[in-house]
């Protein structure tokens, strides 16, 4: 089985400040990994994933994602963010094998301060 | 392409009271599922589908049903609507495969009185 810990539930910040919004895993077996941003009253839509090959990952909107699994951690970041990026943010796991399950964090919102 | 469709987009029901959230989606995707998303809970997955005619539980699936007789359709039934069943419910869908992004629809809204 798997799970997924996000740290911070909220993450105020300043608007062009960097950011790094926190995610830990644990699984049994090798996952692909998947940060999603959810705008307000909208559903979610896929940020950035990690399937495999480089450990740093470029998404959508100027996040990056760096794997590192001696920490089994999956931290997303942006050197500087902007008031849009207003949003709630969710890191994700899924197996690699058949059993197409994804599991979820429970959200980190990020409030972007003027 | 619509994506991933849900109806109705608000929903308020008495306690006891039953009804179906629909989903469909026009991408061909064989997997389905269906969330819902509760404040500091984040998402928890109800029902999944890898295909027509296969479904099976998640995390939260007591008080709810669903069935795939399409690959299109994946409706979530509601047998006795209780107010811990108020929330907001997430359909998604995607390819076959963990590697594949999972398509959000918008959402619906349900509040049990």
């Known amino acids: 089985a798997q799970s997924v810990t996000q740290l911070d539930s909220q993450v105020p910040v300043f608007e062009e400040a960097p950011v790094e919004l926190r995610c830990n895993y644990s699984?049994?077996?090798?996952?692909?990994l998947f940060w999603y941003v959810q705008y307000p009253n909208q559903g979610l839509q896929l940020l950035l994933k990690y399937l495999s090959g480089s450990t740093l990952v470029k998404g959508i909107n100027g996040f990056e994602a760096e794997f590192n699994k001696s920490q089994t951690s999956f931290h997303l970041r942006k050197p500087s963010v902007h008031i849009s990026d207003t949003a709630e943010y969710f890191c994700?796991?899924?197996?690699?094998?058949?059993?197409?399950?994804?599991?979820f964090g429970k959200g980190t919102r990020l409030h972007i301060l003027p | 392409n619509a994506g991933v469709t849900q109806t109705p987009k608000f929903q308020v029901l008495k306690t006891g009271q039953s009804m179906t959230l629909q989903c469909a989606q026009d991408m061909n995707h064989e997997y389905m599922s269906w969330y819902r998303q509760d404040p500091g809970m984040g998402l928890r997955l109800i029902h999944y589908s890898v295909g027509a005619g296969i479904t099976d539980q998640g995390e939260v699936p007591n008080g709810y049903n669903v069935s795939r007789s399409t690959t299109e359709d994946f409706p979530l039934r509601l047998l006795s609507a209780a107010p811990s069943q108020t929330s907001v419910y997430f359909c998604?869908?995607?390819?076959?495969?963990?590697?594949?992004?999972?398509?959000f629809g918008p959402g619906t809204r349900l509040t049990v009185l």
């Open positions: 998604a869908s995607s390819y076959l495969g963990s590697t594949n992004e999972q398509f």
């Open positions: 994700a796991v899924g197996p690699m094998n058949r059993d197409d399950k994804i599991i």
């Open positions: 699984s049994s077996v090798s996952v692909y």
